[in-house]
């Protein structure tokens, strides 16, 4: 910008010093008239922080959670429905949008503050700590709808896996009942032992059986040879060795016939062990097919009680989370309302300020705007034929 112009401009300020002047002496003079006009403000404080979550359920919180539950927190103090409810509470005079129109929300990193201005200290107080507990309360409930939701929905399921675990239960009690038994592969393994049991005792049975058959054909061989000799003896006249052959016969036959009747009772018990070992293998069988059913119906109550269980868990985890949302929530009161002893800070030098520069640009634009009007009215008119 050359010397020349910058004189010209200085020219023309001074030229129209007493416009620009004029027009910031009139709005620094409404400005203070207004301000003292208006009603004395009480400004209500609370600040708010956002908080981590609960590691029980998270151990890391990213910033973006963080930022969105700070905006979150801010959209919910700044609600239409959320400051009705606080003029219902309180039985204020005014509308929503008047109400929200008093409070100013800002917000840095973490932080929530909260600002309140009316010109009443009770009532600033009271729409303080009553706007920001019901911000808070809708909040934390608009947190706590997606585990209300999934918790109801876990409850529906509940119902009816408890339900479906009852009738797998009633089954396979009556499957119990219905054959005597508590569970076959027990039973099977118990029968089978027995079984084995038993084979090992018919085998010890028929050994002692054909030990005393050996006996007893063996002690009938040396009768018939007492017999015989007895015979002998007798026709060699010789009476006494008759008499004593015949007592040796008769012994022996005695003896045989004591073994006869041991292997004929021996013989006797290893059938009834046949029939025995039969009789339980028929019952192995029974239960080897009873096993399946069980083990059907076994699995079906094990895997209604894993989801029952399961979905138990769940309910659980989503209660815990519902319960944390409406207690805490990640928005926590870090500085609650305090009731304020003193008017809140003139904003008086500020807009002083602001409407005094202001101003001032105004008045010098319209300095020019006038200079470049008059310009034009000053220059002569080009003559007519």
């Known amino acids: ?7 010209t401009y200085l020219g023309v300020i001074r030229k129209r010093l007493w416009l620009i002047l004029l027009l910031m002496i009139v709005t620094l003079g409404v400005i203070v008239a207004m301000a003292v006009a208006e009603p004395p403000v009480y400004r209500t404080t609370v600040r708010l922080q956002v908080v981590t979550s609960d590691p029980l359920f998270s151990s890391v919180t990213s910033d973006e959670e963080l930022i969105a539950a700070r905006n979150d927190c801010a959209d919910a103090l700044m609600a239409t429905h959320v400051a009705w409810q606080t003029i219902t509470q309180l039985e204020l005079s005014i509308d929503a949008l008047d109400l929200l129109g008093r409070i100013s929300v800002g917000m ?55 339900q479906a675990l009852s009738e797998e239960n009633s089954k396979l ?88 009747a041991s292997g004929i009772s021996s013989r006797a018990a290893v059938a009834r062990y046949d029939e025995m070992i039969t009789a339980r293998r028929s019952d192995l069988q029974e239960l080897l097919l009873l096993g399946n059913e069980y083990t059907a119906l076994d699995t079906a109550v094990r895997r209604a009680d894993s989801n029952y269980a399961f979905l ?74």
């Open 173 to 260: 009690l009556d499957f119990r009942v219905k054959n005597n038994i508590l569970q076959p592969d027990s039973e099977a393994l118990a029968v089978q032992a027995m079984i084995r049991d038993l084979q090992l005792e018919r085998d010890r049975v028929e050994i002692e059986a054909i030990k005393a058959e050996a006996a007893a054909k063996e002690f009938f061989a040396k009768a018939d040879q007492a017999v015989a000799d007895a015979a002998a003896a007798r026709e060699r006249t010789a009476d006494s060795s008759a008499a004593y052959f015949d007592s040796l016969a008769q012994r022996y036959s005695t003896q045989a016939i004591t073994f006869e």
């Open 312 to 385: 138990l868990t769940k309910e659980n985890e989503a209660r815990l989370r519902e319960s944390q949302a409406r207690s805490v929530g990640f928005i926590d009161i870090l500085e609650p309302a305090r009731y304020p002893d003193q008017q809140a800070a003139s904003k008086l030098p500020r807009l002083l300020l602001l409407g005094g520069v202001i101003s001032l640009l105004v008045g010098i634009v319209l300095a020019f705007l006038l200079e470049f009007l008059e310009s034009l009215g000053q220059q002569p008119q080009p003559s007519r034929q």
């Open 108 to 162: 840095e990193d973490v932080f929530i503050t909260v600002n309140v201005d009316t010109d009443n200290p009770e009532l600033s107080f009271k729409i303080a700590e009553t706007h920001v507990n019901n911000a808070l309360e809708y909040y934390r409930n608009e947190r706590a709808r997606p585990a209300s939701v999934f918790r109801a929905f876990l409850r529906d399921q509940l119902k009816e896996e408890g």
């Open 1 to 7: 910008m050359e010397a020349s112009e910058f004189l």
